[in-house]
């Protein structure tokens, strides 16, 4: 039984070869799935940062609500 991810990787050279709106809507797919799974990992990536320095991340903290006052609209 093929892996889930092959199976879509398959059904979407599929879909180019055949020529119909499939292949647009397959890969516009498969780039978002791609980006949230980076956004995830940046996120946890960023919480481990937090919680393995937690000085730099107080500072970082404070610098953003800094930039956030002093923001002009």
Sequence with gaps: MPEPDRAAD???D???DA???TADRDTDLERRRK???FLREL???????????PR?????RMRQQ????TFRW
Excluded: W
């Design 19 to 21: 020529g119909d709106g």
């Design 43 to 53: 996120n946890e990536a960023k919480e481990l940062r937090d919680r393995v320095q």
């Design 35 to 37: 980006r949230a799974l």
């Design 10 to 12: 398959h059904a979407a």
């Design 56 to 60: 730099r991340a107080r500072v970082a």
């Design 14 to 16: 599929h879909a180019k």
């Design 66 to 69: 800094m930039r956030m006052r």
